[in-house]
């Protein structure tokens, strides 16, 4: 009887809850401009024409975002956050085992189409442009000689940064929740010279998937 009452309850509770969720969508203007936060979690990695034995870094973005509909099936979004990018790479051998980890900082400024599949579901496309503020490279391993972390110097790298993002979100209402990946087309490193020979480091190009959630906040 207990189990019962208790089934019945979440039950009721579940369809208010659908109920209070419809009501608010049906509420919720999809034609006004929306502003609103946004943050969620990265999972980013440097490439190269090689292979390379680089793994996901995990870091998060947060900021602002714009919606600004055209039609009921599209809308341009544009957006303003911090961003984390860049890798780690595990390594073991004979004499010591660690993690080096690259992290870098961007402020990024994406420009994207949306397009409504659904009054819940949607596409977005585009592309960014994002200029880094930092970055920390950082060793940790079995032996505590070869710990570090440090600043890195931006001035070695290339500062300004262009890419094409990628995604799909779901709406409820104001509340979004959606993936994208953003992908890089612009080299990390800048091209020196050393006793006349030109090298880059690293040559690569950022590549970030994210998960996130939003909110209109106007």
């Given at each position: 009887?207990?189990?019962?009452?208790?089934?019945?309850?979440?039950?009721?509770?579940?369809?208010?809850?659908?109920?209070?969720?419809?009501?608010?969508?049906?509420?919720?203007?999809r034609?006004?401009?929306?502003?609103?936060?946004?943050?969620?979690?990265?999972?980013?990695?440097?490439?190269?024409?090689?292979?390379?034995?680089?793994?996901?870094?995990?870091?998060?973005?947060?900021?602002?975002?714009?919606?600004?509909?055209?039609?009921?099936?599209?809308?341009?979004?544009?957006?303003?956050?911090?961003?984390?990018?860049?890798?780690?790479?595990?390594?073991?051998?004979?004499?010591?085992?660690?993690?080096?980890?690259?992290?870098?900082?961007?402020?990024?400024?994406?420009?994207?189409?949306?397009?409504?599949?659904?009054?819940?579901?949607?596409?977005?496309?585009?592309?960014?442009?994002?200029?880094?503020?930092?970055?920390?490279?950082?060793?940790?391993?079995?032996?505590?000689?070869?710990?570090?972390?440090?600043?890195?110097?931006?001035?070695?790298?290339?500062?300004?940064?262009?890419?094409?993002?990628?995604?799909?979100?779901?709406d409820?209402?104001?509340?979004?929740?959606?993936?994208?990946?953003?992908?890089?087309?612009?080299?990390?490193?800048?091209?020196?010279?050393?006793?006349?020979?030109?090298?880059?480091?690293?040559?690569?190009t950022n590549?970030?998937?994210?998960?996130?959630?939003?909110?209109?906040?106007?």
């Amino acid at each position: 009887m207990k189990k019962f009452t208790i089934l019945i309850t979440a039950s009721l509770l579940l369809t208010g809850a659908i109920f209070t969720q419809t009501m608010a969508q049906e509420k919720f203007d999809r034609t006004a401009p929306l502003v609103g936060i946004k943050g969620g979690v990265n999972f980013s990695n440097l490439y190269t024409d090689d292979e390379s034995d680089s793994q996901m870094l995990t870091g998060f973005n947060l900021g602002l975002f714009a919606k600004m509909p055209v039609t009921r099936f599209l809308a341009i979004q544009p957006e303003l956050y911090f961003t984390t990018k860049g890798a780690e790479v595990a390594y073991d051998n004979l004499f010591v085992n660690g993690t080096a980890r690259f992290r870098l900082n961007y402020i990024e400024l994406p420009m994207l189409l949306v397009v409504n599949i659904t009054p819940n579901f949607n596409l977005q496309a585009g592309a960014y442009v994002s200029y880094m503020i930092s970055g920390i490279s950082t060793n940790e391993s079995t032996v505590d000689l070869f710990d570090f972390e440090e600043n890195i110097d931006t001035r070695d790298y290339n500062r300004f940064e262009g890419g094409l993002a990628f995604g799909a979100g779901l709406d409820l209402g104001a509340f979004s929740l959606g993936a994208r990946y953003s992908y890089g087309l612009t080299n990390v490193g800048k091209e020196q010279t050393f006793m006349g020979v030109s090298y880059t480091v690293p040559n690569a190009t950022n590549g970030v998937f994210n998960v996130y959630a939003s909110i209109g906040i106007n």
